[in-house]
């Protein structure tokens, strides 16, 4: 572990876990506006979080240590998560875990154990949202995979710091044909790991459409705003990363002539540029769109995934 | 070292089939138990001592008549008959205990099955070989019919088993007695040195004949029917050894055969190879996913399992066909780490399954759940053996599933254009069938262990006898360092593969992985410090406090009861939707409407059932044809004395005019 990369990934890990909240109320307030109402502010999930973590505990009737359990190692995930992915720094603190395929078991540890809390409540609507929430991962799961196997192709390797660094040398590989593809495959799955608009919808009331927000029914209290602050942070480092695979100017080389004491900064306001960007767009797209039914989400999925494929193919031939 | 120890395994394997057979009722579950366990411990140090460079040979002319036997371990048996052994060290343990109401059979035939595992890869002429192969598989048949006195299912899964089993063994007599012929002598060494000089079409034939019979022990799809019956009826030890130990025997058949004795083959060889991995693993574990029995669902995910190994397998032929030695290492050495860990975490789910059957009286996933508070140590142990056939990190199979796909991806820019098609197809078939085997696992563990009891039977259960804890305790030990310092049997398995396919090893490194030529790098132990340093960060900070109890979510109804919870016929329902073109459900709703008027319904009645489709159009009608013969044959032998006379008379007098034509 170099100094460089535990201080990267401390400043990532502070940036992702304060600034996720405000990343929400952003959106919030963005659909807000475009829906013509006035908005709760984007500082308004950290007044609800801090609301929350204020409430006492709750232990549900006839729910175990799994159900309780469960926040903190969904929230431990998003964290680890966001310590190896390359936010800020392409130096990563641990050698060798900013694999794609370790990052993205890592989130999926993080939803298993979201899912098992879902089911141990014993009621249907936490078997329900685990249901679909393991459907919505067994499905992605092949298009992220592909995806990374087309863009590890130009560098050889699977290390996320070796695919955005390569990036950042070859600006010419980002527009390629690959690139887009694997780009818009990418989309479609950060979209539905983070359980956006159209595949699930983070605002609903309605228990029966549901996924995420069906799991966690039976949480309260400090449980909840852990799971609401790790649900943030997976959105910000999935959009971070998706930013940064695509668009990886301004992050902190770990190969760069700058110091990382002026470099971090710098490559956090970019990532914060970035991100607020990314998720705008996603908030404005998400105002003219509806959910879909849950059993047309696998056609939005397989879509992605021959966008993946071909991403793959194009790696080949065009290689 | 190596020869004492293995004298020793199969020493205590034969004392513990005598324990078995003669020794006192009260005593006898204890001494046949430890014998078995003891002797899969010698085969483990046997087995490691050939890993650590002590290979040894033997020559036995007088032991069989006509052949003799060879005996010979190399570093590659010496793999197999460690991850045996060390199956048979947890399922002898687990046995003193869970045999004890088994009857005598059982008791005497366990480590008699095991010693014979533990011959097969120490076997080094085709003669021994067949026959360590053969006592395996008919012990292995006498322990499934163990209760067929109980169950009329353990008969007909039997009698499936002891078909496709002995279908198999002619398919490899057929391949192996084909080599020996066309070697001139039956001998490893011999055949080795005769294997490349044979005609292209001798290989190929002893090739896919080899692999046909070791196909059909894998489990490998479209010759895995036996599984899914047999292991639900098997003792739970014995499916442990099955689907643990067994299968991986049909994988060392074909890396023996494919890469060692005829060094390697064409292209086409290694794309069978590879499609029926893909078939095996995609469709194992989509019927795993709708399983609703939790034996039937592991049986059906060792299906998936050996299919991952076998993409491996394929992959590495592929690759070392091409000339690309160090990636067909690293997709070798995944395979085989796969093969160890499958047979790791496999070991304590079935063991944590036989517990389960034991003490809620069923298996069905639907009746099941709660368990945790009844039986905390098995759910801890079913616990970890899911987070390793789940490939998630903490887990054991992420870091072999990690090196396969690592070895396929690399595999792509090299080999030209068959690599380039095959490969991405299998990087999506291995990440389907990763992300299918979290959501089957969740369901396993979810429904079964945790939530309210869906039956009364569940809600009685009570834990198991210490011995049966022990043994599945010491498989999750394994689990548990598979996963955190794979390190500590990669080399071992590096070794084994140099057997294969020469050249440096693929994968080095202690606490973090890396690969030789491959700039990508693991540290599973990394990761699960840096898991619980946030995990203890944030319990300090959050999550500490008393809590106050509550009343669930019930939309003001009142108290839930058990049957509302979600089953895990519902929690699969939507991916059975999804991939119903493959899995072709039947279901059937019968509504009974009241006499009075057709408008008013009565009684709604709801079936629905995922049968094994393979099984439905591709066994079926050969049965029904096999079926009709004999009706046929039997309208032949009607019974009549004369008729049976003319029957004679007409085959002598065509005999005769046959043979005075032909001279």
Same mark, same amino acid.
């Given at each position: 572990?170099?100094?460089?990369?535990?201080?990267?990934?401390?400043?990532?890990?502070?940036?992702?876990?304060?600034?996720?909240?405000?990343?929400?109320?952003?959106?919030?307030?963005?659909?807000?506006?475009?829906?013509?109402?006035?908005?709760?502010?984007?500082?308004?999930?950290?007044?609800?979080?801090?609301?929350?973590?204020?409430?006492?505990?709750?232990?549900?009737?006839?729910?175990?240590?799994?159900? !309780?359990?469960?926040?903190?190692?969904?929230?431990?995930?998003?964290?680890?998560?966001?310590?190896?992915?390359?936010?800020?720094?392409?130096?990563?603190?641990?050698?060798?875990?900013?694999?794609?395929?370790?990052?993205?078991?890592?989130?999926?540890?993080?939803?298993?154990?979201?899912?098992?809390?879902?089911?141990?409540?014993?009621?249907?609507?936490?078997?329900?949202?685990?249901?679909?929430?393991?459907?919505?991962?067994?499905?992605?799961?092949?298009?992220?995979?592909?995806?990374?196997?087309?863009?590890?192709?130009?560098?050889?390797?699977?290390?996320?710091?070796?695919?955005?660094?390569?990036?950042?040398? !070859?600006?010419?590989?980002?527009?390629?044909?690959?690139?887009?593809?694997?780009?818009?495959?990418?989309?479609?799955?950060?979209?539905?790991?983070?359980?956006?608009?159209?595949?699930?919808?983070?605002?609903?009331?309605?228990?029966?459409?549901?996924?995420?927000?069906?799991?966690?029914?039976?949480?309260?209290?400090?449980?909840?705003?852990?799971?609401?602050?790790?649900?943030?942070?997976?959105?910000?480092?999935?959009?971070?990363?998706?930013?940064?695979?695509?668009?990886?100017?301004?992050?902190?080389?770990?190969?760069?002539?700058?110091?990382?004491?002026?470099?971090?900064?710098?490559?956090?306001?970019?990532?914060?540029?970035?991100?607020?960007?990314?998720?705008?767009?996603?908030?404005?797209?998400?105002?003219?769109?509806?959910?879909?039914?849950?059993?047309?989400?696998?056609?939005?999925?397989?879509?992605?995934?021959?966008?993946?494929?071909?991403?793959?193919?194009?790696?080949?031939?065009?290689? | 070292?190596?020869?004492?120890?293995?004298?020793?395994?199969?020493?205590?394997?034969?004392?513990?089939?005598?324990?078995?057979?003669?020794?006192?009722?009260?005593?006898?579950?204890?001494?046949?138990?430890?014998?078995?366990?003891?002797?899969?411990?010698?085969?483990?140090?046997?087995?490691?001592?050939?890993?650590?460079?002590?290979?040894?040979?033997?020559?036995?002319?007088?032991?069989?008549?006509?052949?003799?036997?060879?005996?010979?371990?190399?570093?590659?048996?010496?793999?197999?008959?460690?991850?045996?052994?060390?199956?048979?060290?947890?399922?002898?343990?687990?046995?003193?205990?869970?045999?004890?109401?088994?009857?005598?059979?059982?008791?005497?035939?366990?480590?008699?099955?095991?010693?014979?595992?533990?011959?097969?890869?120490?076997?080094?002429?085709?003669?021994?070989?067949?026959?360590?192969?053969?006592?395996?598989?008919?012990?292995?048949?006498?322990?499934?019919?163990?209760?067929?006195?109980?169950?009329?299912?353990?008969?007909?899964?039997?009698?499936?088993?002891?078909?496709?089993?002995?279908?198999?063994?002619?398919?490899?007599?057929?391949?192996?007695?084909?080599?020996?012929?066309?070697?001139?002598?039956?001998?490893?060494?011999?055949?080795?040195?005769?294997?490349?000089?044979?005609?292209?079409?001798?290989?190929?034939?002893?090739?896919?004949?080899?692999?046909?019979?070791?196909?059909?022990?894998?489990?490998?799809?479209?010759?895995?029917?036996?599984?899914?019956?047999?292991?639900?009826?098997?003792?739970?030890?014995?499916?442990?050894? *099955?689907?643990?130990? *067994?299968?991986?025997?049909?994988?060392?058949?074909?890396?023996?055969?494919?890469?060692?004795?005829?060094?390697?083959?064409?292209?086409?060889?290694?794309?069978?190879?590879?499609?029926?991995?893909?078939?095996?693993?995609?469709?194992?574990?989509?019927?795993?996913?709708?399983?609703?029995?939790?034996?039937?669902?592991?049986?059906?995910?060792?299906?998936?399992?050996?299919?991952?190994?076998?993409?491996?397998?394929?992959?590495?032929?592929?690759?070392?066909?091409?000339?690309?030695?160090?990636?067909?290492?690293?997709?070798?050495?995944?395979?085989?780490?796969?093969?160890?860990?499958?047979?790791?975490?496999?070991?304590?789910?079935?063991?944590?399954?036989?517990?389960?059957?034991?003490?809620?009286?069923?298996?069905?996933?639907?009746?099941?759940?709660?368990?945790?508070?009844?039986?905390?140590?098995?759910?801890?142990?079913?616990?970890?053996?899911?987070?390793?056939?789940?490939?998630?990190?903490?887990?054991?199979?992420?870091?072999?599933?990690?090196?396969?796909?690592?070895?396929?991806?690399?595999?792509?820019?090299?080999?030209?254009?068959?690599?380039?098609?095959? *490969?991405?197809?299998?990087?999506?078939?291995?990440?389907?069938?990763?992300?299918?085997?979290?959501?089957?696992?969740?369901?396993?563990?979810?429904?079964?262990?945790?939530?309210?009891?869906?039956?009364?039977?569940?809600?009685?259960?009570?834990?198991?006898?210490?011995?049966?804890?022990?043994?599945?305790?010491?498989?999750?030990?394994?689990?548990?360092?598979?996963?955190?310092?794979?390190?500590?049997?990669?080399?071992?398995?590096?070794?084994?593969?140099?057997?294969?396919?020469?050249?440096?090893?693929?994968?080095?490194?202690?606490?973090?992985?890396?690969?030789?030529?491959?700039?990508?790098?693991?540290?599973?132990?990394?990761?699960?410090?840096?898991?619980?340093?946030?995990?203890?960060?944030?319990?300090?900070?959050?999550?500490?406090?008393?809590?106050?109890?509550?009343?669930?979510?019930?939309?003001?109804?009142?108290?839930?009861?058990?049957?509302?919870?979600?089953?895990?016929?519902?929690?699969?329902?939507?991916?059975?939707?999804?991939?119903?073109?493959?899995?072709?459900?039947?279901?059937?709703?019968?509504?009974?409407?009241?006499?009075?008027?057709?408008?008013?319904?009565?009684?709604?009645?709801?079936?629905?059932?995922?049968?094994?489709?393979?099984?439905?159009?591709?066994?079926?009608?050969?049965?029904?044809?096999?079926?009709?013969?004999?009706?046929?044959?039997?309208?032949?032998?009607?019974?009549?004395?004369?008729?049976?006379?003319?029957?004679?008379?007409?085959?002598?007098?065509?005999?005769?005019?046959?043979?005075?034509?032909?001279?």
């Amino acid at each position: 572990m170099t100094p460089a990369g535990a201080l990267g990934a401390a400043a990532q890990v502070v940036l992702v876990g304060a600034g996720s909240p405000l990343l929400v109320g952003a959106m919030r307030q963005v659909r807000a506006r475009m829906e013509g109402r006035a908005g709760a502010g984007v500082a308004q999930p950290w007044r609800d979080l801090r609301k929350l973590l204020r409430k006492e505990a709750i232990a549900a009737d006839g729910t175990g240590p799994l159900f !309780r359990i469960a926040p903190l190692v969904l929230a431990a995930t998003a964290l680890v998560a966001a310590a190896v992915v390359p936010i800020a720094t392409t130096a990563s603190p641990l050698d060798g875990s900013a694999d794609l395929f370790a990052v993205t078991a890592l989130l999926a540890l993080g939803t298993v154990a979201l899912a098992l809390g879902g089911l141990d409540t014993a009621t249907a609507f936490g078997g329900m949202g685990a249901s679909r929430e393991m459907v919505v991962l067994a499905l992605v799961e092949p298009t992220i995979l592909l995806s990374v196997f087309a863009l590890s192709g130009r560098v050889g390797s699977t290390d996320l710091g070796a695919i955005v660094g390569s990036a950042l040398h !070859r600006p010419e590989l980002v527009v390629s044909p690959v690139s887009l593809l694997a780009a818009v495959a990418l989309a479609v799955v950060v979209i539905a790991e983070t359980g956006r608009i159209p595949v699930d919808n983070p605002a609903t009331h309605l228990e029966l459409t549901m996924i995420h927000e069906a799991m966690v029914l039976e949480y309260a209290g400090p449980d909840l705003a852990l799971v609401e602050w790790a649900s943030a942070m997976r959105l910000t480092v999935l959009l971070g990363l998706f930013a940064n695979l695509f668009a990886p100017w301004g992050i902190a080389d770990a190969s760069g002539a700058m110091p990382p004491v002026i470099a971090l900064p710098i490559a956090m306001a970019v990532f914060t540029g970035k991100v607020a960007l990314l998720g705008g767009a996603l908030a404005a797209g998400e105002v003219f769109m509806a959910k879909l039914r849950m059993f047309r989400v696998p056609e939005l999925l397989a879509g992605s995934f021959v966008m993946a494929l071909l991403a793959v193919a194009a790696s080949y031939f065009l290689a | 070292m190596t020869a004492a120890a293995f004298a020793a395994a199969l020493a205590l394997g034969l004392l513990g089939a005598l324990a078995g057979m003669a020794a006192p009722r009260r005593v006898r579950p204890f001494v046949a138990g430890s014998c078995t366990a003891a002797s899969g411990g010698a085969g483990v140090v046997a087995g490691v001592a050939a890993l650590t460079g002590h290979p040894w040979t033997a020559w036995l002319p007088h032991l069989l008549p006509l052949a003799g036997t060879r005996l010979a371990i190399d570093p590659l048996g010496g793999l197999f008959i460690a991850v045996t052994g060390a199956v048979g060290v947890c399922a002898g343990v687990y046995g003193i205990a869970y045999a004890r109401p088994l009857g005598r059979a059982v008791q005497a035939v366990t480590p008699l099955f095991l010693a014979a595992m533990l011959l097969v890869p120490a076997a080094a002429s085709v003669s021994t070989f067949l026959l360590a192969w053969e006592l395996m598989a008919v012990a292995s048949l006498l322990l499934v019919l163990a209760e067929h006195r109980h169950r009329a299912s353990v008969r007909e899964a039997g009698l499936w088993y002891a078909v496709m089993t002995q279908a198999g063994l002619v398919a490899l007599l057929g391949g192996l007695v084909g080599f020996a012929a066309a070697a001139h002598g039956e001998s490893f060494a011999r055949l080795r040195e005769a294997g490349h000089a044979l005609s292209p079409g001798v290989r190929a034939a002893v090739f896919l004949a080899v692999f046909a019979g070791c196909a059909s022990k894998a489990g490998i799809v479209p010759l895995h029917v036996w599984l899914p019956r047999a292991h639900p009826e098997a003792p739970a030890h014995v499916s442990a050894l *099955m689907s643990a130990a *067994m299968v991986n025997l049909g994988v060392y058949g074909v890396v023996r055969v494919g890469f060692d004795l005829l060094g390697g083959g064409p292209v086409w060889w290694w794309l069978v190879v590879l499609a029926a991995g893909a078939a095996s693993a995609l469709y194992g574990i989509l019927q795993a996913v709708v399983a609703t029995g939790l034996k039937r669902l592991l049986a059906y995910s060792t299906c998936e399992n050996m299919g991952l190994v076998l993409i491996g397998t394929g992959a590495a032929g592929l690759l070392a066909h091409a000339g690309a030695h160090t990636l067909a290492a690293l997709a070798l050495t995944a395979a085989l780490l796969h093969v160890v860990n499958h047979a790791a975490f496999k070991t304590v789910l079935f063991l944590a399954a036989g517990s389960v059957v034991r003490a809620a009286g069923t298996g069905n996933l639907d009746a099941l759940g709660g368990l945790r508070t009844r039986m905390p140590v098995t759910t801890v142990l079913f616990g970890v053996g899911a987070l390793g056939a789940s490939a998630l990190p903490l887990g054991s199979g992420f870091v072999s599933e990690w090196l396969l796909l690592q070895g396929l991806i690399k595999a792509h820019g090299s080999g030209g254009t068959p690599m380039a098609v095959t *490969m991405p197809l299998a990087v999506a078939v291995v990440a389907l069938t990763a992300g299918l085997a979290v959501a089957t696992f969740v369901k396993a563990f979810g429904v079964g262990f945790l939530a309210r009891p869906r039956s009364d039977q569940a809600g009685s259960a009570a834990e198991v006898p210490d011995a049966m804890l022990l043994g599945g305790a010491l498989a999750a030990a394994c689990c548990v360092l598979l996963a955190l310092v794979p390190a500590a049997v990669v080399p071992g398995v590096a070794r084994a593969v140099r057997v294969l396919v020469p050249g440096p090893d693929a994968v080095t490194g202690a606490a973090t992985l890396r690969l030789h030529g491959v700039a990508s790098t693991l540290s599973p132990l990394w990761i699960a410090v840096a898991l619980a340093v946030a995990l203890a960060v944030l319990r300090l900070g959050v999550a500490r406090r008393a809590r106050r109890k509550a009343r669930l979510w019930d939309c003001g109804m009142g108290p839930l009861s058990a049957r509302m919870e979600y089953t895990a016929t519902s929690f699969a329902e939507p991916l059975q939707r999804v991939f119903e073109n493959v899995l072709a459900p039947e279901t059937g709703v019968h509504v009974t409407p009241l006499a009075e008027s057709s408008y008013l319904v009565e009684r709604v009645t709801y079936r629905a059932r995922v049968g094994d489709r393979i099984e439905r159009r591709l066994y079926r009608p050969v049965i029904a044809a096999a079926a009709r013969c004999g009706e046929g044959a039997r309208r032949l032998a009607n019974g009549s004395v004369h008729r049976y006379l003319g029957y004679g008379f007409c085959a002598f007098t065509g005999v005769l005019i046959v043979l005075a034509v032909t001279r």
